[in-house]
Structure formats: C-alpha cells, structure tokens
C-alpha cells in the first residue's frame, strides 16, 4: 500500500508554523511580512491563483498588495513598477504572476527584481547561488517537493531520481536540488524532456520520479517499478461533466494505475499544489528578514 504524501495536510502545518512566527514577530514590535504580487491582464487563471496567494498572506497574517496592470501596459512602464517596488523598504517580497502579455519579456521583468525580494527564486542571481548550493531563495515549487520528502522522511541519498520535464520554474530546479549536496539531495539525477528517447527507459530505472510535464495521465504502470516514489506536479483541468464547474484537476502520472506499484505518491490535487503557496509564504517570511542574503540558516 502507498503512503499518500498529502500536500495539502503538511502545507497547512508549514502554514501554522508561518503563522506562529508572525504572531510573535507581532508581539515583539518586528516588521510584519509584506509580499506584493503583480498581475497583468484578465486571464481567468493568473487571476485564481494570484488570488490564492493573497488569500494565503493574510490568512498568515502576513501584509499583501496586488498590484493590477491592465494588458496594454507597456514592458518600460512594467519595470518600472519594479523599480518603484524595489525601492519600497515596506514590501519584503514581490512576484509576478505568469504569463505576461506577448509584447512583455518575462527575463527583463523577472531580472529586474532585486534579488533580495524575489522571493519566487527566478533571478539568474538566486539561480546561481542555488546551483552552487549557497543559501538563496529557491523557486515556491522545487521547493514544497523538497519540504515534502523531508516530512516524509524520504531517503534520497544515491537514490536514482529522474525528474522529466525541464522547465525553468520547476524540472530544471529539480534536478540540480536533486543532485546537490545535503539532505534532501545527494540522488543520482537523470533529467528528461520532450526530445529524450525510450522515455520508459530512464523512468522505469527511476527510485523517485518527479513528472512535471503538463500532459495529463502521461505516466503509465508499465512505465515505472515496484515501490517508486512518485511527485507528480502536473496539473492540468481536464472536462468532467459530473463537476459543477464542468472539469477537474488531473495530474501527469495516472494516479489509479500507478499507485499500487507505488511505496510514496502525491495525488492531484492535494499534493504538490498546496506545498507551492506554502513554500512562496516561507520565502517572504525569510525575505521579512533578510535571511537569505545576510547569510542567517535557511532550512
Ligand atoms: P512546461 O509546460 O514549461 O514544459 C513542459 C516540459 O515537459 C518541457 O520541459 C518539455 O521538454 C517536457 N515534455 C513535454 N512533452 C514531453 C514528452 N513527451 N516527454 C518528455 N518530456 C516532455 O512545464 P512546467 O511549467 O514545469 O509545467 C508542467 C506541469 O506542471 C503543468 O501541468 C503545470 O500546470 C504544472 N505546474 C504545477 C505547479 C504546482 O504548483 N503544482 C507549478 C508549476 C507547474
């Protein structure tokens, strides 16, 4: 029988542990947590989750400001916003939510961030320091996978970890916190995408299997080995008619299949999802402190 890693049980103990820190910070007079979030545009979707994150913040008790952009904004007067937020002593964090419009480089907003603030670690700066396994604020979803194999305690050392999908914000990561130094790291990583040959190859050799890849159901029974742990980031709204919203959440891995072959899996949703928003909360709370940068212990 596989143990579920339940996401949304260990984000809400994150959570309540965010929570108890702002309560005490607020006790002793500190500056309380302020992450801001920009959004472009009406996309239905951006607007969800960019609402959750909010959401999120002060349910923490941390400060939050979304700042909204209609989509004619042009990229110079986007940055600067950044600027202006950059300066603000007052906002700890800031992250934009993605996509952007077509006529805005996502590289010369995002690297406009002081790195200091980008508390959804996609400055070259923060990317850097993480490859050299120095402190840095590590991208929310490579980051949730990370905090879920540790409450789980997850063996990860020399294990084969093959993560597919190369994604800058996830599978990219991935691989290079997989293969660092320390715990949870020290795997023997293979990373595959869309031009690997014999996929099955490589996943069926796979101890830990990390699919972030957007195409619901993609990863089979036939496609793994008995006791594989499985972290499937994938989520996709795929049409359901039973739903009263008309469609439901699937992952990349097909769950009904592959979890009795499986020792550990994540479902969707509930697993990796809810580890994201915790991990974004984790990075400001640190970022409220300078953590990062002024070299303090981050876990
Ligand atoms: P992406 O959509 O940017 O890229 C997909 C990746 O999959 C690429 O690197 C590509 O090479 C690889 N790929 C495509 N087809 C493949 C194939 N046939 N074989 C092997 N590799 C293949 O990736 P992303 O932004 O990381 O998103 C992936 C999925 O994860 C999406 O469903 C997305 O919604 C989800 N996601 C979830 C969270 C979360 O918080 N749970 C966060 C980010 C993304």
């Known amino acids: 029988m596989a143990t579920i890693l339940d996401g949304k049980k260990t984000a809400e103990e994150i959570k309540g542990e ?7 910070i607020k006790a002793q007079g500190g500056k309380v947590p302020h992450l801001a979030a920009i959004l472009v545009g009406n996309d239905g979707a951006s607007e969800t989750y960019v609402n959750n994150k909010v959401r999120a913040c002060e349910k923490v008790g941390f400060e939050s400001s979304l700042l909204r952009f209609d989509e004619n904004i042009s990229e110079e007067e986007l940055l600067t916003v950044v600027e202006e937020v950059n300066a603000n002593d007052d906002i700890d964090g800031l992250i934009v939510q993605l996509p952007l419009p077509q006529h805005i480089s996502v590289e010369k907003v995002t690297d406009r961030i002081r790195p200091e603030k980008d508390v959804d670690g996609f400055h070259p700066e923060n990317v850097g320091r993480m490859a050299k396994n120095l402190p840095a604020y ?55 995408h869309r031009y690997t040959e014999n996929l099955e190859e490589f996943t069926k050799r796979a101890d830990i299997l990390i699919v972030a ?10 496609m793994v080995k008995e006791g ?19 469609y439901r959440l699937k992952g990349d891995v097909d769950y009904e299949q592959v979890y009795p072959k499986s020792s550990f899996i994540t479902p969707v949703p509930g697993g990796v999802g809810p580890m994201t928003i915790a991990s974004l ?6 970022a409220a402190q300078d953590a990062v940068y002024s070299g303090i212990e981050v876990e």
Request: hydrophobic share 40%.
């Open 281 to 286: 909360l984790w990075n400001t709370l640190l």
């Open 228 to 246: 594989v742990i499985i972290i499937d980031v994938g989520i996709t709204r795929v049409e359901d008619a039973s739903k009263k919203s008309g």
């Open 213 to 222: 890849v957007g195409i619901p159901g993609f990863v089979t029974a036939d």
């Open 18 to 24: 965010i929570e108890e820190q702002v309560k005490q």
């Open 138 to 192: 590590i991208a929310a979803t490579p980051y949730g996978i990370l905090q879920l194999l540790k409450r789980y305690q997850i063996e990860t050392k020399g294990k084969h970890c093959v993560v597919v999908g190369r994604s800058h914000i996830v599978g990219s990561p991935m691989s290079i916190l997989m293969a660092g130094s320390g715990y949870p790291g020290d795997a023997t990583v293979t990373l595959c």
